[in-house]
């Protein structure tokens, strides 16, 4: 079972298919063989090599019961032992929602491993706090909300979802999404970069109207992933993969 450990903290990873190097970041609760489970990687093997990995404190990684460890720079250090690991210099890389953020940090931290970037479901500017702003307003002023359990009873619907949480280490989950929560500002990574770019959001997703922003500040493309809330746009793969791999053979080309 392969594990990366450049970084201090072991890593588990996955590498399958062959072609050039194509980083997936899953989201919150979510594990690296997910992107299989739910139709991503067939679509993607034969022309790519993918490299999967569980984030820190999910599946088979390490999970310490640090905040500093699920910061922004330590993700990036994370996904970099996995890259150096693999000989791989640099990768086109697609992350979804927390692998959103991750893949914002290589912009900001490590943009020269970056061949191209692919974010779904991520907003740049503010993060996390966009969405519980917009659960908020169908609260009543004042309530007082524990979002991490939020979140888990929304999760649990999915059958792979909550076989994870049940699996997983619930305090370093939870330390996973405060770290997701001081993440405001990474846009302008993006912008800066100078990489091809592909954005893209449900359309009832809190984050949609900011990415669309960021995609046209930043010069790359934006789709609106249509009848797709935020869980939506990564559950629904036949709708997203007809905008991503177009957008993936255009940066691939030899």
Not at 63 to 91: F, G, Q
Not at 110 to 138: F, H, I, N, T
Request: glycine letters at 10%; a negative charge.
């Amino acid at each position: 079972m392969p594990f990366a450990t450049k970084s201090g903290r072991r890593i588990h990873y996955e590498v399958q298919g062959h072609g050039p190097p194509l980083l997936l970041l899953h989201g919150l609760l979510q594990l690296g063989s997910h992107w299989s489970l739910k139709g991503y990687l067939p679509a993607l093997t034969d022309a790519y090599t993918v490299v999967t990995f569980d984030s820190l404190g999910h599946g088979q990684s390490d999970t310490p019961h640090d905040l500093e460890a699920y910061a922004l720079k330590h993700r990036v250090e994370d996904a970099l032992s996995v890259l150096d690991t693999l000989s791989i210099d640099r990768a086109h890389t697609w992350g979804y929602s927390m692998g959103g953020w991750t893949v914002c940090g290589l912009a900001s931290f490590a943009p020269e491993r970056l061949a191209s970037y692919v974010v779904g479901g991520w907003d740049p500017v503010v993060g996390l706090p966009v969405a519980y702003a917009a659960m908020e307003k169908q609260l009543k002023p004042g309530t007082r909300v524990d979002w991490f359990q939020v979140l888990l009873m929304g999760a649990r619907r999915a059958p792979e979802l909550a076989e994870a949480i049940d699996a997983g280490d619930l305090d370093a989950l939870r330390l996973c999404m405060k770290a997701c929560e001081t993440s405001a500002g990474l846009d302008e990574a993006l912008v800066q970069s100078g990489k091809p770019g592909l954005l893209y959001c449900g359309v009832t997703d809190p984050y949609h109207g900011s990415m669309r922003a960021v995609a046209e500040r930043a010069g790359a493309a934006f789709a609106t992933i249509d009848h797709a809330d935020h869980g939506g746009a990564w559950a629904k793969a036949p709708k997203v993969l007809p905008h991503v791999l177009p957008f993936l053979a255009s940066v691939t080309r030899p």
